[in-house]
């Protein structure tokens, strides 16, 4: 067993990782209570998992908080690179990016993903002027739902329903 990691207590029902923990042991530790969750609703239908990744930390907040009221099991990242480590450790249903971010930007991540991940649901907010880097890269990015910026919150959750069925 990891040290580093104490065991799930379904007495308590309070899950610790003592300090100072690794990235790793934090990861193991969601990815623990994210299959516990999904087995104690194996009977209802399955929450879908959604990582939302954008460097704009009040868009972060408000896509996420929108889909999490609306019931969505959600994760976040700040840029491409972080956004691709956490698809290596979880499943998720559904990546909402946005397009211009540095270190890695949405595209690259689209295009990552569709290759590591080929049932993995993408979608793109971005807003309406494409630099030309996009532009030349529309052919490509037909095969991402994109979602243009600024949308209402229930073009949000219609658009994640939509790229979920």
Do not use: W
């Amino acid at each position: 067993a990891d040290p580093q990691v104490l065991p799930f207590s379904t007495d308590t029902g309070f899950n610790y990782i003592p300090k100072p923990f690794s990235a790793v042991a934090l990861l193991q530790k969601i990815r623990g209570v994210i299959s516990l969750k999904k087995e104690s609703t194996s009977s209802r239908e399955q929450i879908p998992t959604v990582l939302v990744v954008d460097d704009d930390e009040p868009i972060r907040i408000l896509i996420s908080s929108t889909l999490e009221d609306a019931g969505y099991q959600v994760f976040t990242a700040a840029n491409g690179v972080d956004a691709r480590r956490m698809c290596n450790q979880i499943a998720f249903d559904l990546v909402i990016t946005d397009l211009i971010m540095p270190y890695m930007d949405g595209f690259d991540l689209c295009v990552e993903l569709r290759h590591a991940f080929p049932d993995i649901k993408v979608m793109i907010v971005s807003g309406a002027a494409l630099p030309r880097k996009y532009a030349e890269a529309l052919p490509e990015m037909s095969r991402f739902r994109i979602l243009s910026k600024p949308f209402s919150t229930a073009d949000l959750l219609a658009a994640a329903k939509a790229a979920l069925d």
